[in-house]
């Protein structure tokens, strides 16, 4: 984990444009997610949590429109501007180097192909030059080994398999050089000539494999074939957790992936989440309403409230020492063992007129009048840890 | 709050209650056995007025039902079936002619009831401290209904589609309205005294011949063979076309409905039986169900548009039973409804409540596309010979006769082409005016799609 | 479930309806009263005069049996005779309509292709670009095609392609095709009775191309309302797919917006329009009795039309049934298909 800023979120502006009139979904929304952590994201539902992980991935549903601010991106040193860029750029972001997976799985997967098909098809999409290259490879090494003289006779015919012959390898170059090459795709699909294709296909299958074996699914190669109904809850989650590290992506946004599933379940998965960070080194933005999850799994939290970050900083710092009056009450509410059930006085402003200066300002104990008129700052308090409060 | 009821609501609920009786009877009397009481009901449609008698007769019986629970709801209740009751006791005389009279001493007991339901005295029974509170708690009540009806509204007027089909139906309905003063009926009925047949130019079939004559001054549409005068055609064929389309339409809807509520609500084998009934209906294209059916009761003596319109109706209502049972079996799993039954609502209001105002929306979309298809239909049968008598204003009827003359005279194809285009474009445009509203109401009512 | 039960329980599902429209088409014809029916069976005068008159012609015909009697009778006759009844001319039902289906078959085997491409591309194009003027253009004509007469729009074809501009005749074929295949000793020889096909085999191009030309009009008008319904039914299931979250997800992958149209969303969208194809049957069997009317093609839609003008029952009895069997059995094949495609339900 390092201190390096990877993705940066500054003053986003969303609204969505209804009959009702214009949500201001997200209010000039402040955060940034060093390389390497676990950054949580939490807040009710309706705070606009989700939305801003839409918003990373230019993605925001269609009455929704982004009105300002900037999302930036390190690329290797530089930023970018995701919020303007051309389609063809950030299609080559999503999936990539920022992935996304979803509450439901079941619905995130299309039901009538393969899981085998969906996680292939981003693969297919990101990383097709490796696996052609993978095949090139093969066949140069299987070449190589033929040369030998001391190979018995099955040994022989498997590296057989393995030689291209010219018109196969000269596509797959082709290919590589031109990714979006449609001779290929159209040769790729009739019956005697897309032998090559049935060699990527084959490549991509094992990386399919792989990545399922990866995810703790016993006997992936069966589920690999499966169709998305088949599958539990669980599992279907593991696939689409698959589905979104399968290119190795530099972020992976979590939209509240547990949210749906059984309590043993989310246990099962979020200790998947733990162990893949650690493996695969993957920044997290971990879109939860559970705080407890937040404590299990982030390294640092966003607390948003009816569409402000309204705080940021280190999990323990916030939760030791909570400084944002919401966060104070939320903290305060996590039931507890014997102790009396409380909650917080009030109701979430609608966000089609939400109040001028503060959002929480009706609900808060330490409200003032600076409060009602002005919005406060998202001010530094101490080091890594912002507030969006007149207190500080 | 509810208090005893009051001595002169209970005598009202009686005698609705006998009035639904007798009218109910009436009205099975009529459908089977024919015209019961001929000086009540001179020379009517004994199977029209029959079905209408029987609705009036079931809608007294539920109004008794209500007077005599009370409730505010039943409040509202009572007033909206009273005046259904009273439109339809109204419009018995003037469609059908049938005697004032006998129409007239029920009328006064809705009026009675409408006027007992307004007095003071009767409101305790039926809940709240009076009527002013009892409207403003409605108000309150239907303030969420009426938003979303005026949110359709308002997309309903954004839809130029649907503005577009709208006028031509105001203008169709316009058209059948004024008809007898748009094309003077005095030669029909001077002719054959039915102001539905169009009227023969004799003088026209003495001097010229009885080929169609094209468009000219005293027939402004031209005339089609036999010199019948074509814009008359065109012009009640509205009132026709309009007549055949809400009534098979119209009538289809409510069997399908009740049918279909009937066997979602009761379940079991009854759902069963009934939905292979569907099934079976369905098995059978429309037209040519619809085309038996019509040969077999012509022979029997049954009027050819009453067949016609029979036929229809029987070959419609599988359809809205169908929906209407599909919907009320999928609001019937949702949550909601679950919540609504543990609390305690009995079947009924579980249906009436929840159930039907959220399914009446693919119903009514159906309802409008439906008239442009029965309408269709109909010209279809008529074109084949199977529908209106010839010289009938109706437009397939016209079309039919037209056929001979499609390839006009050896030097001019076209030369008869209005004895085709005019009436085929006045059916055209009616059904495309309803094709468009439903087609823009089903864009809007979509609830899935209602926000973007 | 498994594809193979699935089948077999559609299959056996299909027979109670075929049996239930069977009955009710026989109580439908219950309805007409005696004497009428008995003339049915009347070939000539003097059977009228032998004592007894109509009444002796029923009882000898069973009119006056149990119905549960006459109804095994009739089913009997319907299964195992084949004896639909004769028409007005004397002629057996079932011949008559044997010797008039390659006809109707014929339209219809080229309006179908016709329908389903128009209908399915169209469809996909405008729920993918809705609101677009390639929506808006789809929509206005899918209306425009549900809202025309059929039998008026032929007539209008006819009269500016025939009458006027001499290009698409009406009837199969014209008359120098009727007079060559009828004269004496002609080479001509019927194999499936589909002049477009036989033509071919017999190596006689010019009577193919003539029969195309008489084919045009038809397909066009049977084409027309059939491929309106189809458009209007794919587009919405094609919305409906696009508001789904895979589709989302999809785009999340970095998926081109081609790529999540025609691949995700299009098969899902396809699947409810495939069920709609197997009441596009039914409305073909309606388009084709008025279609081959109007052009006067010689199918069995034009011969049960023409019967009922007459009030000449048995043809129209006998359509009827045919119809009702067609539209079960097309429907099965549709329910069928439609498990194969969607994996939800081929394997449970």
């Given at each position: 984990m390092s201190e390096e800023r990877f993705l940066r979120i500054k003053d986003l502006d969303l609204r969505f444009y209804t009959y009702e009139g214009v949500v201001e979904a997200l209010d000039k929304v402040n955060l940034h997610v060093k390389e390497g952590e676990t950054l949580g994201v939490v807040g009710e539902t309706g705070c606009g949590k989700s939305v801003t992980g839409f918003s990373e991935l230019v993605l925001v549903p269609t009455p929704g429109r982004i009105e300002g601010g900037k999302i930036l991106l390190n690329r290797k040193g530089k930023w970018v501007n995701l919020l303007r860029q051309k389609d063809a750029f950030l299609r080559n972001v999503r999936g990539n180097e920022i992935s996304m997976i979803f509450q439901d799985p079941k619905s995130a997967l299309n039901p009538v192909y393969t899981v085998e098909n969906q996680i292939g098809e981003a693969i297919a999409h990101h990383r097709m030059e490796e696996m052609c290259k993978r095949i090139i490879d093969a066949d140069k090494k299987a070449q190589e080994e033929l040369k030998r003289s001391d190979l018995s006779d099955k040994d022989r015919a498997k590296l057989k398999k393995d030689i291209l012959s010219k018109n196969e390898k000269r596509m797959l170059e082709r290919i590589i050089e031109y990714p979006a090459d449609t001779y290929a795709r159209i040769a790729g699909k009739i019956p005697i000539i897309n032998r090559f294709r049935k060699r990527l296909n084959k490549e991509i299958r094992k990386e399919v494999v792989r990545m399922l074996k990866d995810m703790r699914i016993p006997d992936p190669e069966r589920v690999a074939e499966m169709y998305p109904h088949e599958l539990s809850g669980g599992m279907a989650q593991r696939a689409v957790i698959a589905m979104g590290l399968c290119c190795n992506p530099t972020m992976l946004i979590a939209d509240e992936p547990t949210t749906n599933l059984d309590v043993t379940v989310q246990l099962q998965i979020l200790t998947l989440i733990k162990e893949l960070k650690k493996e695969y080194g993957t920044t997290i933005q971990y879109i939860t309403h559970d705080m407890g999850v937040v404590a299990e799994m982030c390294d640092r939290v966003a607390v948003m409230y009816a569409g402000n970050v309204v705080e940021l900083g280190g999990v323990y710092e916030i939760f030791k020492n909570p400084l944002h009056p919401y966060t104070r009450a939320l903290l305060e509410c996590i039931p507890r063992a014997g102790a009396e059930f409380k909650s917080i006085e009030g109701f979430v402003p609608s966000l089609i007129s939400p109040p001028k200066g503060c959002r929480f300002n009706d609900r808060c104990p330490y409200a003032m009048e600076k409060c009602l008129k002005t919005k406060p700052d998202f001010a530094v308090a101490k080091e890594g840890h912002n507030v969006l409060c007149h207190l500080y | 709050m509810v208090e005893e009821r009051p001595f002169g609501t209970t005598l009202l609920a009686l005698f609705q209650a006998v009035t639904g009786v007798i009218e109910l009877n009436l009205g099975i009397l009529m459908l089977t056995i024919g015209n019961p009481l001929p000086t009540v009901f001179p020379s009517i449609n004994t199977y029209w007025v029959g079905l209408l008698m029987i609705v009036l007769g079931v809608i007294s019986l539920f109004l008794g039902r209500t007077l005599w629970a009370g409730g505010a709801s039943n409040w509202l209740l009572a007033i909206s079936l009273t005046l259904i009751d009273v439109t339809i006791r109204i419009m018995l005389p003037v469609t059908y002619g049938t005697s004032w009279i006998a129409f007239a001493a029920t009328l006064e007991l809705d009026i009675v009831v409408l006027y007992y339901l307004t007095r003071p005295s009767t409101t305790p029974f039926f809940g709240g401290d009076g009527i002013r509170s009892v409207l403003s708690k409605f108000k309150i009540e239907m303030e969420p209904r009426m938003k979303e009806v005026r949110f359709t509204l308002r997309l309903v007027r954004k839809s130029y589609l649907s503005i577009v089909g709208a006028s031509i139906i105001v203008f169709y309905l316009l058209v059948a309205l004024l008809a007898p003063f748009l094309a003077d009926p005095t030669?029909?009925?001077?002719?054959?005294?039915?102001?539905?047949?169009?009227?023969?130019?004799?003088e026209l079939q003495a001097t010229v011949s009885l080929e169609p004559q094209g468009p000219s001054a005293a027939h402004p549409f031209g005339t089609i063979q036999n010199q019948y005068d074509m814009y008359y055609g065109c012009i009640w064929g509205a009132r026709s076309a309009l007549r055949v389309g809400l009534y098979v339409a119209g009538g289809s809807m409510l069997i399908g409905l009740l049918i279909g509520i009937f066997a979602s609500y009761y379940g079991g084998w009854i759902d069963e039986a009934l939905m292979r009934f569907t099934d079976i209906i369905f098995a059978f294209p429309g037209l040519i169900l619809a085309m038996t059916l019509v040969v077999v009761l012509v022979p029997m003596g049954i009027n050819r548009l009453d067949a016609v319109m029979f036929a229809l109706t029987i070959v419609g209502w599988p359809g809205y039973a169908r929906l209407i049972r599909g919907e009320i079996l999928r609001i019937k799993n949702e949550d909601y409804?679950?919540?609504?039954?543990?609390?305690?609502?009995?079947?009924?209001?579980v249906i009436t409540k929840h159930i039907l105002p959220n399914s009446i929306y693919p119903i009514l979309i159906v309802f409008t596309l439906d008239i442009g298809t029965v309408v269709l239909g109909a010209a279809a049968l008529s074109f084949l010979g199977l529908g209106a008598p010839p010289g009938y204003a109706d437009w397939g009827q016209i079309i039919a006769f037209s056929v001979n003359w499609i390839y006009g005279s050896p030097s001019n194809p076209f030369a008869k082409w209005h004895t085709f285009v005019i009436p085929g474009l006045f059916i055209s445009l009616f059904v495309m005016g309803w094709n468009l509203l439903g087609d823009a109401l089903r864009d809007i009512l979509d609830p899935t799609m209602r926000r973007k | 479930m498994g594809l193979r039960t699935y089948i077999l329980r559609r299959l056996i599902l299909a027979i109670p309806v075929l049996f239930g429209a069977a009955l009710f088409v026989f109580a439908v014809i219950q309805f007409i009263p005696v004497t009428l029916r008995a003339t049915l069976f009347v070939t000539s005068p003097q059977q009228l005069r032998i004592e007894g008159g109509l009444d002796r012609i029923a009882r000898i015909n069973g009119l006056y049996d149990p119905i549960y009697v006459q109804f095994y009778y009739w089913m009997r006759a319907l299964l195992v005779d084949r004896n639909l009844g004769v028409d007005i001319i004397g002629q057996p039902v079932f011949d008559a309509i044997m010797k008039r289906l390659p006809s109707t078959v014929e339209i219809v085997l080229y309006a179908s292709p016709v329908i389903i491409a128009i209908g399915l591309t169209l469809g996909v194009l405008s729920g993918a670009n809705k609101d677009k003027l390639v929506d808006q253009a789809s929509r206005v004509l899918a209306i425009m095609g549900t809202s025309l007469p059929s039998f008026w729009f032929g007539i209008v074809l006819l009269s500016i392609f025939y009458a006027g501009l001499q290009w698409f005749p009406p009837q199969r074929v014209g008359i120098d095709v009727t007079k060559f295949i009828g004269q004496e000793g002609s080479p001509w020889r019927w194999y499936t009775g589909l002049v477009t096909i036989d033509s071919l085999i017999n190596g006689q191009l010019w009577i193919f191309v003539d029969a195309l030309r008489h084919l045009v009009l038809p397909v066009t008008v049977l084409s027309l309302l059939n491929s309106a319904v189809m458009v209007r039914v794919t587009r919405s299931s094609m919305l409906e797919a696009l508001g789904k979250d895979y589709i989302t997800a999809a785009k999340a992958k970095g998926l081109t917006r081609n790529e999540v149209i025609n691949k995700h969303a299009r098969r899902n969208a396809l699947i409810p329009a495939l069920t709609i194809s197997g009441?596009?049957?039914?409305?073909?069997?309606?388009?084709?009795?008025?279609?081959?009317?109007?052009?006067?093609?010689?199918?069995?839609?034009?011969?049960?039309?023409?019967?009922?003008q007459r009030y000449d029952i048995p043809p129209v009895i006998g359509y009827t049934v045919l119809s009702a069997v067609v539209f079960v059995i097309s429907n099965l094949i549709v329910d069928i298909l439609y498990a194969y495609i969607d994996p939800r339900i081929r394997l449970g």
């Open positions: - | 030669n029909s009925l001077q002719q054959t005294g039915d102001p539905n047949m169009m009227w023969k130019d004799i409804i679950e919540a609504a039954k543990s609390v305690g609502c009995s079947d009924l209001r | 009441l596009m049957v039914a409305g073909l069997m309606t388009g084709v009795t008025i279609t081959e009317t109007v052009f006067n093609m010689g199918g069995i839609g034009q011969y049960a039309a023409a019967a009922a």
